[in-house]
């Protein structure tokens, strides 16, 4: 029982330790914000954790199985166990990096994505917004991944726990001093990068697609910083048509079902940079 209980209270430490992160040194001091928006937020957050429970959806025994098969492409060709390691992390990372990508340009996976997009503002609540159908897509991605390259499930399970986190605090509301951002900012996304990506200009909103380390986003031109004052001054969400609309949880669930065809307002706003 003991067991079980520590990634719970390992979790809740997790958001205790961020929610006092917020309110000490926040990155937006002033956001908007819309009635049911965190109802919605956590709401989403509580169908993706109760689905991921109850659904066969782990990469990590996806990997554990093609291993005890003698499947996949990393133990037939013979990869040392460190090798794998280190490939393991930039196969999944890569992973991310380009179903992120496409959920941008392709409009089907897009109308799922956008409900992660729509909210007004972004803080810890928004690492939880994700429409059930984009978490079932990229876990079944994932788990495919795993099992056809046959990945290192210790590598692996490290890799999703600490990503999971990292993308908690880089939505997390949280300023770091603009040296040591720059510094981590190196290697791991933060607050102040990943809310770039949250921008409803729309230039900023197609960069930082990662999930936690910045490595893609470098190799394929689309990483991108801007100062602090800059970040501060950025307005979320995809514009006021649709707006009206984000905090409300019934509407974020059933709207990408029912195949209506966003309006240009649902789009990031191509303006000029402030």
């Not at 959920?103 to 690492?127: C, I, K, N, Q």
């Not at 495919?144 to 290192?152: D, E, I, P, T």
């Not at 990662?210 to 307005?235: I, K």
């Amino acid at each position: 029982m003991l067991r079980a209980a520590l990634p719970i209270a390992g979790a809740l430490a997790m958001l205790a330790l961020l929610t006092g992160l917020e309110v000490l040194r926040p990155l937006h001091r002033a956001q908007p914000e819309r009635r049911g928006r965190l109802l919605t937020n956590f709401g989403l957050g509580l169908i993706n954790l109760l689905m991921v429970l109850l659904l066969p959806l782990g990469s990590v025994a996806a990997a554990e199985w093609a291993r005890g098969q003698g499947f996949g492409l990393l133990p037939a060709l013979g990869v040392p166990a460190v090798a794998a390691a280190i490939l393991t992390i930039a196969a999944r990372s890569l992973l991310i990096y380009g179903v992120h990508r496409l959920a941008h340009r392709v409009p089907l996976l897009w109308r799922f994505h956008r409900v992660h997009h729509r909210d007004t503002a972004v803080d810890l609540s928004t690492g939880f917004r994700h429409h059930p159908i984009e978490v079932l897509y990229v876990a079944l991605a994932a788990a495919a991944l795993a099992a056809g390259l046959g990945l290192s499930p210790a590598a692996l399970a490290g890799y999703e726990i600490a990503a999971a986190a990292l993308s908690l605090w880089s939505h997390a509301n949280h300023r770091l001093a603009e040296p040591v951002d720059r510094l981590l900012g190196v290697l791991l996304f933060t607050p102040a990068l990943h809310h770039v990506h949250h921008s409803a200009h729309q230039p900023e909103t197609d960069s930082n697609y990662g999930d936690a380390l910045t490595l893609w986003d470098r190799v394929f031109g689309t990483y991108r910083r801007l100062p602090h004052a800059s970040v501060q001054r950025l307005r979320f969400g995809l514009g006021p048509a649709d707006d009206r609309h984000a905090g409300d949880l019934l509407v974020q669930l059933c709207d990408p079902l029912i195949g209506r065809k966003a309006p240009q307002e649902e789009r990031p706003v191509v303006t000029q940079a402030e």
